[in-house]
């Protein structure tokens, strides 16, 4: 059998961790392995699934038929399923599927090693085939939640909340720090409840702490808080260290207290004002990344223009939005009717989003004479792409600086002077002290 494995790699950031390790255990015994080619040449194919909304599901189950028919082609040899999808679907998938060599879940496809190579031999525990950008990476501290929101199938897919122990978490971003990353960008499905299942408390602070204080890590950004018991002591880890971005992505949903009670969110409409405004006021300057949704089952207007003021209250720096999507076996698909009518979600979605644009562009623009650190990530064409402390990779404005300037090398860190503005990316120069 060919030693070249091609991966595919579908979902979240969390599912793109999962493909690393697996990618380094193969390398690490001897195999070659790419990520999301183009044109995969192996005669392996690895699909890491996405079971979470139906276009996700529709995505992976589309890509895994088209490497079937590559198998019944003769194109490639072998073909293997795991990731979220697998997991929750196996049976199903088995039947309709046969062309398919191996089926894996979330949690036992390590076991796929073994199957191919038959006797793998002893690696280190971190060894992860980095695919981003080696000066940047994600780390996954926790797996699972236990917060059972009513439209959400994770916590079917992923069951209850595990978290990582915590030296085995900090001795994983050494072992990153010493490849070269400089830029951690910390995930989990609910971040703020990490250590909860060890000892019954709420260890995040603690955690971003001590990473913060290992030489080497330039910056640590943080995803998928939740608003509900949110831990206050990490506010003062991010507002003191200063290789802590002024960055929280903390999903809300909705503000209507009709709505967050019956997508079971255990918040309430002043809750969630009281708290955005205690973020602003505790850590200035913070850039708030949510998540909102619209169209929920039973959604009237009055709740939709709640959303909508809310929304234009709080001028989140980064926002994202979608229609709710029934999901087998959630709390909503079986005591809900989704009586929300489909060109309605999408009519209060386009709104949503117009409002965001327009503040997501009068904020970017208000940066325009600041002076800002940014990383380089890459070149295109005629500039070097970089990011501030602001942006996350891939959902987030980007900062271009001319090539013709100066030479600028790719994952090292520069200050600037912003220029200009538009609605998804920022201009700027170099400046030297």
Known sequence: MSKTIDFISLGCSKNLVDSEMLMGLFEANGYQCTHDSDDPQGEIVVVNTCGFINDAKEESINTILEFAQAKTEGLIEKLFVMGCLSER??????????????????????????????SPSA?????????????????????GCDRHCAYCAIPLITGKHQSRPMEEILDEVRHLVGQGVKEFNVIAQELTYYGVDIDGKQHIAELIERMADIKGVEWIRLHYAYPTHFPWALLRVIREKRNVCN????????????????????VTKQETYDLVERLRSEVPGIHLRTTLMVGF???TEEDFEELLAFTKWARFER??????????GTYSEQHYEDDVPEEVKQQRLDK??????????????????????VIIDRQEGDYYVGRTEFCSPEVDPEVLIPVSEKELTIGAFYPVRITDSEEFDLYA?????
């Open 89 to 118: 679907y196996l049976a199903e998938l088995e039947a309709e599927i046969p062309e398919v060599d191996g089926w894996y879940g979330k949690f036992n496809y390590k076991q796929l090693l073994h199957d191919i190579s038959q």
């Open 123 to 143: 690696i280190e525990k971190y060894h992860r085939h980095i695919t981003t950008p080696p000066h940047y990476t994600y780390i996954k501290i926790s797996e």
């Open 247 to 266: 960055y929280l992505d903390i999903a809300l949903q909705h503000i209507s207290d009709r709505m967050l009670d019956r997508m079971k969110r255990h």
């Open 297 to 299: 089952p039973g959604e």
């Open 319 to 328: 926002m994202g939005a979608f229609a709710y999507s029934e999901e087998e």
């Open 352 to 373: 949503l989003m117009r409002i965001q644009q327009r503040i997501s562009a009068e904020i970017e623009a208000e940066k325009i004479g600041t002076i800002q650190r």
């Open 429 to 433: 120069t170099t400046i030297t002290y």
